[in-house]
């Protein structure tokens, strides 16, 4: 007989924080104390991988607010909660909506500043948070003098010009500090996560093959479609995906339009930069009414989601509602309302990009960063 | 009596169509002279029922005897008070499981002749009177007792309660708060006062309900219904009249000295769930630690700590993950402080599975399942509690300032036989090892029986149980109790022959003293004299009739059931003269072996034609004369079927089947010198649910006896 050779396990201590426990149920993780480990969870995931599988021992990690091993733990964001979980859960422990509440400590943990996650994931913060790109607009509108609607100048033709109204250097200055802000903030959080993710892993090989082959998955939105129970989600995310990719290039190429070629908006409706920018308002508004369709739809089964959830999608609806109607309103010349329709707009869209990093909108990086790092441990 | 039989045909349910009426009717007439015999389409209607009574009115008639369906059904129709009523079950027997026309008929006419016999050997019964007393003894004053006392009270019975401690309540005197009592879910608070003290106060003053403190039961002589039973308080002795008794003794919490590994006795801030609610007893809630008085905010409870263990108790007390779980609502009274709970298993049978959801539903309630495998210092005044197999890992230990071990149950029974019965089988409750000391039994459908007629045991001494099933359990009991000492008042027997007038009468002139009765009565109803001539207390007795299955001078018979009687019937079965069709006697326990017969043969299932079957009490009072008579008459085989024995014994006389079956290893060997082969008689267990077995065990049977071959007797 070959010999065995028996590893001892290492007796690891467990100090349970009370605390955080008590700050999952406050996120959106209420139920979390319904589990029994039965683990009918993991036996309906599609996602998770067979060996160690998630979520149900996600739960009683969370059951015992054992932290370090949630936060830093790549299977939360492999969770793309499909909700099968929380459908099957016989004691309505909604693994789904717990591991949800999960990540939204685990952006909260790694970025950076803290203290803005914490507000940006409480709604008794809302309005303080509007107030910065509300006063930033004012401030600018005001020293240019724009406060009488009616005296901003018109266009050539008498039309409605919102670079008269706001100039695009003072929105672009506004949002490439926001962007760079975020930027900032978002390298700090993923080289923090990336490095406790491999603490005490050895991780080596070709991680270019591993990010090449994540950015195919996300592309082709592959995992969506494992989900029973939330299976239209896949569409609506797409959509919103897309849409958000449409919307860049866009912006990419207005800035070519402005600074390369010198040439100002507004943009004939023929312009290809105009059919791509509508079409792309389009079917961002038309895949955030199927999320929100979809959410509704399955609460009873998936669970309801939290304020964290639902402030950002009504951020991108804000954004695009306000974005179509800027441009219809300008349309019809209604300056009484086309001003503050595109104020509006631009308060929504700095609201996204500058709290990107602590809102929902961070899972996008920290859900690829996991989906990488697992990749490359050969985890999934 | 002088008995004027009426045989009555029944041509319903196919009868009529499958046997030749006429030709029963004429061997009735002719062979067995039986003065009326009658036919009809349905006997169990109006018409059919009124025929028979206008027999007994106008003709005589004090004998019927029923050839038409199974005891077991139509027996409110088939009520003739002051007649002795038979019952031949041709449509079961014959009709129903017999192949062709042929055996169905030959069935029919043994099945009358037996019956009829049966009926002629046979006697009205008489109850077994005496002066008897209803008052209930309950033993113990704990929850179960209070509740048993009250309950029987309430129903109008005079109740004597003895408690060994100075006061009442039990161990609940010792609770802080108790689980409360929900329909359904529950919801805060999930901890509530225990209130005892109001059953306590009604208790004492109830006046059907007279209460001993500091008293012991030092004897209990007699039997049900007329039990002398001395109650010893403070070195004083009195002698009280009881009917029944309620055995409500209660448990005490298993020895935590023993539990060294889980430093009891080694650290002070280990303790148990008893001393747990001592502590928040006296500290009015707060869970202050034994060692520095400081409140304890890390707590930990090691579930199962000295059970489910061979070393230790090797059982569930059923009660403690639900005291835990309320323990653990203690703690988190203080909202920093964390319960964790360590377990096997979770077990909240019932409603109390709501409890467990929501006593867990609490952020500082913490569970894992795993096994503990110590308890440690920390070294910072604090305890690790180590687990291997736990859900949070392999091997951890986690760090708490207080443990808290759930020990068991162990009920008052296991050394002391608490009742001291003056019964010559000893003065305890027999066979308790079968259920690690606990005063439980195997009855099924009669869960608070004990071996012992008139006594029912309730509450943690019959098995490991929370408060609530305790008072339920109380309440059956106390009904059991009642139900006994009535039925013994009226001279009938308690489970399961309710209805049984009948007793045991010995003829005590042929009685050589050979105690093999006394010695095997399951319910001790057999005591002797200063000379050891055996003397029946028979307000014990069950009817089981195992003494007269015993009895190698066949001296105890019952007015409708006798040895004489069962050997008749045998004796005037058909034998048929043809080498290759062996007649065989199945005997077939009333109690599963018989329905299950009766369930076979609702279900059309064919029995071997070769066998005709005799419904026995218990195969406990099968006499081995029997045998030799059938055996000797040139019956080829004998099959016995009866119920499950052993440690999970299914016999609802608890040693019957086992008997029967120590009896059949002596016939055999008598049987080998005869030059008889043993295995012509066997002994098959058999539950009440295995009817879709019968056609195969018996006609397996029958092929092993047809290999065997014919009975060299045949014929003589």
């Known amino acids: 007989m070959p010999e065995q050779i028996m590893t001892q396990p290492i007796t690891q201590i467990i100090s349970p924080d009370l605390k955080f426990v008590k700050d999952i149920i406050a996120s959106g993780g209420e139920s979390l104390k319904k589990c029994y480990q039965c683990s009918t969870c993991t036996v309906v995931c599609n996602v998770t991988p067979d060996d160690k599988p998630f979520p149900r021992k996600e739960m009683m990690y969370a059951q015992w607010g054992m932290k370090d091993k949630l936060i830093s733990n790549p299977d939360i964001w492999l969770c793309h909660q499909c909700s099968d979980c929380t459908a099957y859960c016989p004691r309505g422990a909604k693994p789904g909506e717990v591991l949800g509440a999960i990540r939204k400590m685990a952006i909260a943990n790694y970025s950076v500043p803290g203290a803005l996650a914490k507000m940006v994931g409480n709604s008794k913060y809302l309005l303080m948070l509007f107030a910065v790109p509300i006063v930033i607009f004012f401030a600018i509108i005001a020293s240019l003098g724009n406060l009488s609607l009616s005296s901003i100048p018109r266009g050539e033709d008498g039309g409605i010009v919102y670079s008269k109204f706001i100039p695009v250097p003072a929105i672009d200055t506004v949002f490439i500090a926001a962007a760079t802000f975020a930027a900032i903030s978002f390298v700090l959080g993923i080289k923090k996560y990336w490095a406790d993710m491999s603490a005490g892993i050895s991780v080596q090989g070709n991680l270019m093959g591993s990010i090449k082959a994540t950015i195919t998955e996300i592309l082709a939105h592959k995992r969506f479609e494992k989900c029973n129970v939330t299976k239209d989600r896949k569409t609506a995310h797409l959509l919103v995906f897309y849409a958000f990719a449409g919307l860049a290039i866009t912006t990419t190429w207005a800035i070519v339009y402005l600074y390369g070629f010198h040439y100002d908006s507004p943009y004939p409706l023929y312009d290809p930069l105009k059919l791509l920018g509508n079409a792309s308002a389009l079917a961002l508004l038309y895949g955030i009414t199927l999320v929100t369709g979809n959410r509704l739809k399955n609460a009873e089964k998936a669970g309801k989601g939290s304020y964290f959830d639902w402030l950002f999608i009504a951020v991108i609806y804000a954004i695009v509602v306000t974005g179509i109607l800027s441009e219809l309103l300008r349309l019809a010349n209604i300056a009484i309302l086309a001003y503050p329709t595109y104020f509006a707009h631009l308060v929504f869209v700095f609201f996204l990009f500058a709290y990107a990093p602590f809102s929902k909108m961070a899972h996008m990086v920290y859900r690829a960063t996991a989906m990488v790092f697992a990749r490359h441990t050969k985890r999934d | ?716």
Not at chain 2, 152 to 164: F, M, R
Not at chain 2, 399 to 425: F, K, S, W
């Open chain 2, 1 to 716: 009596m002088d008995k004027n039989i009426g045989l009555y045909i029944c041509t319903g349910c196919s009868i009529g169509e499958s046997i030749d009426v006429e030709k029963v009717s004429n061997i009735a007439k002719n062979a067995l002279r039986i003065p009326v015999v009658k036919s009809h389409f349905a006997l169990c209607g109006n018409e059919g029922i009124e025929l028979i009574k206008n027999d007994i009115k106008n003709e005589g008639v004090n004998t019927v005897v029923l050839a038409a369906c199974s005891q077991r059904v139509k027996y409110e129709e088939f009520d003739f008070p002051g007649c002795i009523v038979e019952r031949a079950p041709l449509r079961e027997l014959a009709v129903w499981t017999q192949d062709g026309k042929e055996n169905a008929q030959l069935a029919a006419e043994d099945y009358v002749k037996m019956h009829v016999i049966k009926a002629q050997k046979g006697d009205l019964p008489e109850p077994y009177l005496m002066e008897t007393v209803k008052t209930i003894l309950v033993i113990g004053g704990g929850i179960a007792g209070m509740t048993a006392a009250l309950q029987s009270a309430n129903a109008g019975y005079e109740v004597v309660l003895v408690e060994k401690e100075p006061q009442l309540g039990g161990f609940v005197n010792k609770l802080h708060k108790k689980v409360p009592t929900a329909v359904g879910e529950y919801s805060e608070p999930l901890i509530v006062d225990t209130d005892i003290d109001k059953t306590i106060k009604e208790v004492e003053s109830h006046p059907k309900i007279k209460v001993y403190k500091s008293s012991k039961v030092e004897k209990t002589d007699g039997q049900p219904g007329a039990y002398d039973v001395t109650i010893s308080s403070n070195g004083n002795s009195e002698v009280v009249k009881i009917g029944t008794i309620v055995l409500a003794a209660g448990w005490r919490p298993y020895d935590a000295t023993k539990l060294e590994h889980l430093g009891y006795g080694v650290s002070k801030d280990v303790v148990t769930n008893i001393e747990l609610e001592e502590i928040a007893k006296k500290n009015n809630g707060k869970i202050l630690r034994p060692s520095d008085g400081k409140e304890a905010k890390k707590v930990a409870f090691i579930q199962c700590a000295g059970q489910r263990d061979p070393n230790h108790l090797p059982y569930c007390s059923a009660m403690c993950c639900v005291t835990s779980l309320k323990q653990a609502k203690y703690v988190t009274q203080n909202s920093d402080a964390t319960a964790m709970i360590f377990y096997k298993d979770i077990r909240t049978p019932g409603r109390l599975e709501y409890y467990y959801k929501a006593a867990q539903n609490d952020p500082c309630v913490m569970m894992t399942k795993g096994e503990v495998t110590g308890v440690a210092d920390a070294g910072n005044g604090n305890l690790y509690v180590e687990m291997e197999n736990s859900l949070l890992g392999q091997k951890v230990k986690i760090e708490a300032d207080l443990v808290v071990l759930a020990t068991g149950v162990v009920p008052a029974t296991v050394d002391d036989p608490i009742l001291n019965l003056q019964y010559r089988q000893g003065p305890g409750l027999p066979d308790l090892e079968l259920y690690d000391g606990f005063a439980d039994s195997n009855f099924i459908c009669f869960q608070y029986e004990t071996r012992r007629t008139g006594v029912y045991a309730a509450g943690c001494v019959r098995q490991p149980m929370n408060m609530s099933e305790a008072q339920e359990d109380a309440t059956g009991a106390a009904l059991k109790a009642i139900q006994a000492a009535e039925h013994v008042a009226k001279g009938i027997a308690v489970h399961p022959r309710a209805w049984d007038m009948t007793y045991p009468d010995a003829y005590m002139q042929r009685c050589t003293s050979c105690k093999r009765c006394t010695e095997e009565c399951p319910f001790g109803a057999i005591d002797e004299d200063e000379k050891g001539t055996p003397f029946y207390k028979p307000g014990r007795c069950r009817r089981c009739a195992t003494c007269m299955g015993a009895c190698p001078e066949r001296i105890v018979s019952f007015k409708d059931y006798h040895v004489d009687m069962i050997g008749s019937m045998m004796k005037n079965v058909s034998v048929p003269s043809e080498d290759d069709k062996p007649r065989i006697i199945v005997l077939a326990c009333e109690n599963d072996a018989y329905p299950a017969i009766d369930t076979a043969a609702l279900k059309k299932m064919n029995i071997d034609a070769a066998v005709r079957i005799i419904q026995l009490r218990c195969l406990g009072s099968t006499n081995l004369v029997w045998v030799a008579d059938a055996l000797s008459r040139g019956i080829d085989g004998m099959l016995l079927l009866g119920c499950k024995f052993g440690e999970n014994y299914q016999c609802h006389f608890a040693k019957g089947s086992e008997l029967a079956d120590y009896r059949l290893g002596k016939v055999q060997e008598t049987l080998g010198r005869l030059q008889l082969e043993s295995e012509r008689v066997q002994m098959i267990q058999l539950a009440i649910d295995e009817y879709d077995n019968i056609s195969k065990i018996i006609h397996d049977f029958v092929e092993r006896v047809k290999e065997i071959g014919p009975n060299p007797f045949k014929g003589f």
